[in-house]
């Protein structure tokens, strides 16, 4: 073969090399993944959601909210008041997103990776465009509206839709302490088990179960106690936090494409699945 053809030949070849060598090296993105596993608990838990709202919209579950709503009153002495007012606190937003993002950046540094501050900044914009809007849609007051403002008669305090109340009176379906206890309690074990590794200290099954599951069991049960929910806000609360905790457990945080300047911070953070 000509000498010229052969360094012809061997430049398209390498430039074909150059071409394909970064599909080589990408990786797809896998859902990670959830227990119990398959994507029949989220319908269930969906399907659950829609059946209680559909259900107060055409007034029923009135009397269990009721009933939840007048023993809570009738127990509730000075004391179990101030000790479910300092526990619901647990379920206080702002406090959790500020607590998982200083971990979150605690950990990028350590880790030199800005991955671990992804879950805070997704569940801060997934409940933002769920808990708030469902708030605003449902416009239903809580059981104390009927003893300080707006002082509305028992039974106007029960019902859904009520667009004619100011806003800041009509937000109590779901309850966002609830769901945001589910969420955030969840990203803040996803980000403990991974920094206390980094320390040389490892996470029990145990403690992440705790961790994940005492603080919204305490938060639904002072939210209603307290008189600040409905029972039906709680459990709604319940259904949606635990659907929005699948989806970020799902997220495959290690494999979200990040930008090309921002790829030396890139390192992993959770375990890969299998």
Known sequence: MHPGRTRAASSAAGSVVAVREPTTVRRDARL???RPAGWWCDALLLAGLVAITVALANRHLF???RAVADWAEAHRPPVAYGVAVVFNYLGQGTPLTLLTAGLGLLLAVRLHSLRPLLPTVVAFALTNVTIGPAKVWTARPAPSASIKEPCLPPEQTLPLFQDDLPFKYAQSYPSGHVANAIVWYGVLALLLAPLL?????SMSPRLVTVVRVVPPVVVMFTTT????????DSVAGLLLGLLLDRIL??????DLPLPGRLRKWAGPFVPHAG
């Open 197 to 201: 590794r980094s320390y040389g200290r």
């Open 249 to 254: 457990h799902r997220m495959p945080w290690n």
């Open 63 to 65: 009397g269990v909210d």
């Open 225 to 232: 106690y307290l008189g600040w929910h409905w029972l039906t």
């Open 32 to 34: 990670r993944p959830v």
